[in-house]
């Protein structure tokens, strides 16, 4: 997944996590039996929403445009959970 940005006014609306299980579905229902994890930059402001919907960090943070990221990732098994709770 590339970036996913929202205008500030939206941001802790829902709508970010609206979108985010969107893809998710997109995902399972056109490519699930191929991917098996999604993975994101998250900036470090966002690591806390990414994990509330199941992604987990991997690895050491970085600096990308002076702005502090981590990687993260969620594995096929806990998209389906996901899909299951939301939908």
């Known amino acids: 997944i590339g970036r996913v940005a929202l205008l ?4 802790k ?3 970010g996590k609206e979108l ?9 229902d ?8 999604l ?3 998250s900036q470090d402001q966002a690591v806390e929403f990414y994990k509330k919907i ?3 960090i991997v690895g050491e943070s970085y600096y990308d445009e002076h702005v ?3 990687d ?4 096929l098994f806990w998209i389906l959970i996901l899909l299951f709770k939301y939908i």
């Open 13 to 15: 609306s829902g709508y």
């Open 54 to 56: 199941g992604f987990k």
């Open 20 to 28: 985010m299980n969107l893809v998710i579905k997109c995902i399972k």
């Open 68 to 70: 502090l990221h981590y």
């Open 8 to 11: 500030k006014k939206y941001r």
């Open 30 to 37: 056109n490519n699930h039996d191929k991917i098996k994890v």
């Open 39 to 41: 993975k994101i930059s």
């Open 72 to 75: 993260m990732i969620m594995e």
